[in-house]
């Protein structure tokens, strides 16, 4: 079934301009909502990596610097234990100051999870043994993306935890781990983890649903104020082209229908000086022109 056509120039100028309005304005709008949703995205993987790369400092701080040191002092006798876990574990480092950035922070949370962990409190979720396995898998040192837990969909980044040799000390053995473990953790077990193999991962986990809701509302905001200057774009071209365009055609039509009709004493209104007032011009010379012949008739 075909369309009918317009049969009014109005409708001809005006259907095409709304149309592509329309669509341009319909397209950008959703250009800007997902683009807001986006950017959100690259925000937060900033912020993640701005994270781990604060916690990876910490950790090469410990193992380079700080565990050595206190590993001297307590060789030489000084303090009367044999390992301190505040100052030479880098995963009890890192998560005790990261525990106070997370409450700083609301939604970020750090975990160092891993296969054999010391503390059962490590022992990786369901979720977080599929990204160690993923790492364990492809033999990767990261991994980002978004996973879902009982709690919903999460946004993920993951640094794969692979031990060095001093890590064996307190991760090996228990006959070789420091006494100060075996008495706060009491391993049922030996973790034996290996050298340069992935064990675990230092992740952190920010809610995706809140930062999805969040960037999809001022997506849409923006979308919409988009949408709506394109709108507004349009009606005033159409209300611009009906001022000085359609209605004074339509007027100059009324008006050669009344000289059509020989009502020829009534003048043509000239308004303007473009095309539609010269238009007006010709048809007032027209008017003049009958109306003398009609006086000659008379």
Known sequence: MRLPKPK???????????????????????????????????????????????TKASREYVRGILRPKIGELLASGCGGVDFVLEAQSSSFFTASIFKDVSERLGSFKLRQVAFNPLNPKDEPSEMEAKVINFLKATNS????????????????????????????ACHGKRE??????????????????????????????VPFDAVL???????????????????????FLIAALNYLVFEPISKLEHKAEEIAKGNVDEPVDITSEDEIGRLAQAFERMRVSIKKVMDLLK
């Open 8 to 54: 009014s120039i109005r409708w001809k100028v005006a259907i095409p301009i709304v149309f592509i309005g329309l669509v341009s304005g319909l397209s950008v709008g959703l250009y800007s909502y997902y683009s807001e949703i986006n950017q959100a995205k690259r925000n937060v993987e900033d912020q993640i990596r701005v994270a781990m790369a604060f």
């Open 176 to 205: 070789s781990m420091p006494k100060a473990l075996l008495e706060r953790y009491k391993p049922q077990y030996d973790p034996n983890w290996e050298v340069g193999k992935v064990v675990g991962a230092v992740m952190v986990t």
């Open 141 to 168: 040192k990261e991994y980002t993306g978004i996973v879902e837990d009982t709690t919903g969909k999460q946004f993920v980044y993951a640094s794969a935890v692979i031990p060095d040799a001093g890590c064996l």
């Open 213 to 235: 809701a969040k960037a999809q509302l001022s997506g849409l905001v923006k979308g919409l104020v988009v949408f709506s200057i394109f709108l507004g774009i349009i009606l």
